[in-house]
């Protein structure tokens, strides 16, 4: 069955829209087992859950990601205060973690 295994959660405003876009286009082409959830910070939706999930992982700047597990226990998060919040650091470690859990699955 089509299940998502992670979560990728992120935060972008009207600055990093771009960013958001190319994150879409990038799970929907290379990771379908990835959901992606994204909040707009400047929307009236979006602002309450953006400011929350920046705030339990101490971020301030925008865009903001952070990677889910099942359980939604952090995995990795990604800060743009440490340049660590684009699509292709995102994509790296999706690449890594997505490889980790299919070499697990062959040892059963």
Same mark, same amino acid.
């Given at each position: 069955?089509?299940?998502?295994? &992670? +979560? ?12 958001? *876009?190319?994150?879409? *286009?990038?799970? @929907?082409? @290379?990771?379908? %087992?990835?959901? %992606? ?6 929307? %009236? !939706?979006?602002? @309450? !859950? =953006?400011?929350?999930? !920046?705030?339990?992982?101490? /971020?301030?700047? +925008?865009?903001? /990601?952070?990677?889910?597990? %099942?359980?939604? $226990?952090?995995? @990795? =998060? ?6 660590? #919040?684009?699509?292709?650091? &995102?994509? !790296? +470690?999706?690449?890594?973690? &997505?490889? #980790? &859990? $299919?070499?697990? *699955?062959?040892?059963?």
């Amino acid at each position: 069955g089509n299940y998502h295994t &992670i +979560t990728l959660i992120t935060i972008y405003d009207e600055n990093s829209e771009n960013y958001f *876009d190319s994150l879409k *286009d990038l799970i @929907k082409r @290379k990771y379908p %087992l990835v959901e %992606l959830i994204g909040f707009h910070e400047n929307t %009236l !939706k979006g602002r @309450k !859950k =953006a400011f929350q999930t !920046k705030g339990s992982f101490g /971020a301030r700047q +925008t865009p903001f /990601a952070v990677i889910v597990d %099942l359980d939604k $226990n952090p995995v @990795k =998060a990604f800060y743009s205060e440490a340049n660590e #919040c684009t699509v292709d650091n &995102i994509e !790296k +470690t999706l690449d890594s973690f &997505i490889i #980790c &859990i $299919n070499s697990n *699955d062959n040892g059963n």
